[in-house]
T-cell receptor, first 114, second 112 residues
Framework: AQSVTQLGSHVSVSEGALVLLRCNYSSSVPPYLFWYVQYPNQGLQLLLKYTSAATLVKGINGFEAEFKKSETSFHLTKPSAHMSDAAEYFCAVSSTGTASKLTFGTGTRLQVTL | DGGITQSPKYLFRKEGQNVTLSCEQNLNHDAMYWYRQDPGQGLRLIYYSQIVNDFQKGDIAEGYSVSREKKESFPLTVTSAQKNPTAFYLC???????????FGSGTRLTVV
C-alpha cells in the first residue's frame, strides 16, 4: 500500500519569498514521487519527478524537490515566489516496477500576495 | 502534438440521465485512468485500464462504467445510479513503468 500526506491545505507567501510545500509518503517498496500543478479549471501538469536517480530533482518554473528517505519526505521548494505560481499543487506516489498507478495527496493551494 | 483530449469541457446532466465523457490520447500509452475531483478531496480514482479490453475498478467506481475497445480511447459513462455526479472529471494516461501521468484538461459535469 502507498499513500501521501500533504501538510497544509492552504499556504500563503509574499511575492519573492521562499515557497515550501510539504509532502510525506508511505510506501512498502522504493517509490517514485511526483509533484503536479493545477491551475483553475485545467488538468494537472507535471512539475517534477523522482525515479531513484539523483535525490535533488529540478523541475519546471524554478521548482525543485529533495527526496529524503530517512524522513519519508519529498518537499517542494522554490527560492522566490511569483504571482503566476498561485495554483493548487499535488504530491503523488507510485510503486517502482511495472505498476504505474499513482496515489495523490489532497493538494495544497498556494496563494501569492504582493 | 501528442496529448490527451477530453470532451466536452462542460456537460450538464438531468436527473436520471446517463452521460458519457470522452477521453482520447495519441501518446501510445498503454494505461489510462479516470479521476473525480471535488473541492478539498483531491483526486479519487474511478476506473483504470492497463491494456485494451481490460479495466479495473478504482476507489469510487459505483455509478460509473467504462470501456476500452481501442488503445487510444477510454470513455466514462456516468449512470443514473451515481447520486452525486457534479464534479470535475480528469482523464490521464501513462506508459508502463511508473513514470507518471499525462492529464487531459478535464470535463466539468453539473446536474441540473
Amino acid at each position: 500500500a502507498q499513500s501521501v500526506t500533504q501538510l497544509g491545505s492552504h499556504v500563503s507567501v509574499s511575492e519573492g519569498a521562499l515557497v515550501l510545500l510539504r509532502c510525506n509518503y508511505s510506501s512498502s517498496v522504493p517509490p517514485y514521487l511526483f509533484w503536479y500543478v493545477q491551475y483553475p479549471n485545467q488538468g494537472l501538469q507535471l512539475l517534477l519527478k523522482y525515479t531513484s536517480a539523483a535525490t535533488l530533482v529540478k523541475g519546471i518554473n524554478g521548482f525543485e524537490a529533495e527526496f529524503k528517505k530517512s524522513e519519508t519526505s519529498f518537499h517542494l521548494t522554490k527560492p522566490s515566489a511569483h504571482m503566476s505560481d498561485a495554483a493548487e499543487y499535488f504530491c503523488a506516489v507510485s510503486s517502482t516496477g511495472t505498476a504505474s498507478k499513482l496515489t495523490f495527496g489532497t493538494g495544497t493551494r498556494l496563494q501569492v500576495t504582493l | 502534438d501528442g496529448g490527451i483530449t477530453q470532451s466536452p469541457k462542460y456537460l450538464f446532466r438531468k436527473e436520471g440521465q446517463n452521460v458519457t465523457l470522452s477521453c482520447e490520447q495519441n501518446l501510445n500509452h498503454d494505461a489510462m485512468y479516470w479521476y473525480r475531483q471535488d473541492p478539498g478531496q483531491g483526486l479519487r480514482l474511478i476506473y483504470y485500464s492497463q491494456i485494451v479490453n481490460d479495466f479495473q475498478k478504482g476507489d469510487i467506481a459505483e455509478g460509473y462504467s467504462v470501456s476500452r475497445e481501442k488503445k487510444e480511447s477510454f470513455p466514462l459513462t456516468v449512470t443514473s445510479a451515481q447520486k452525486n455526479p457534479t464534479a470535475f472529471y480528469l482523464c490521464a494516461s501513462s506508459p508502463t513503468g511508473g513514470y507518471g501521468y499525462t492529464f487531459g484538461s478535464g470535463t466539468r459535469l453539473t446536474v441540473v
